[in-house]
Nanobody, 124 residues
């Protein structure tokens, strides 16, 4: 069982930056691939970034490539999402998720554990 708690969301102006953190409980964190998803009002929850258990492989949605960076610190049981050059269309609730199969998955059904989310609002 893994519990995930996101933090770091908030209100930022367009062009600004935020760093989201996701702290995981449990001693097996390093075995899980991790993902960041987001859901805007009236839209589906989509994967914006994912990272393999070792951190050697990553995935980014086209909409965030070059602006967002996912990373992890297995010693701290934490995964991060550095978000730069934020746009109003990045406004959403951001969720952290863990994939027990350790695969670099991009669909929500592939993930076994979810955090409660953190709100990111980007003003124009």
């Amino acid at each position: 069982q893994v519990q995930l708690v996101e933090s770091g969301g908030g209100l930022v102006q367009a062009g600004g930056s935020l760093r989201l953190s996701c702290a995981a409980s449990g001693r097996t964190f390093s075995r899980y691939a991790m993902g960041w998803f987001r859901q805007a009002p009236g839209k589906e929850r989509d994967c914006v970034a994912a990272i393999s258990w070792s951190g050697s492989s990553t995935y980014y949605a086209d909409s965030v490539k070059g602006r967002f960076t996912i990373s992890r610190d297995n010693a701290k049981n934490t995964v991060y999402l550095q978000m730069n050059s934020l746009k109003p269309e990045d406004t959403a609730i951001y969720y952290c998720a863990a994939n027990a199969q350790s695969t670099l998955a991009t669909t929500g059904v592939s993930y076994d554990y979810w955090g409660r989310g953190t709100q990111v609002t980007v003003s124009s």
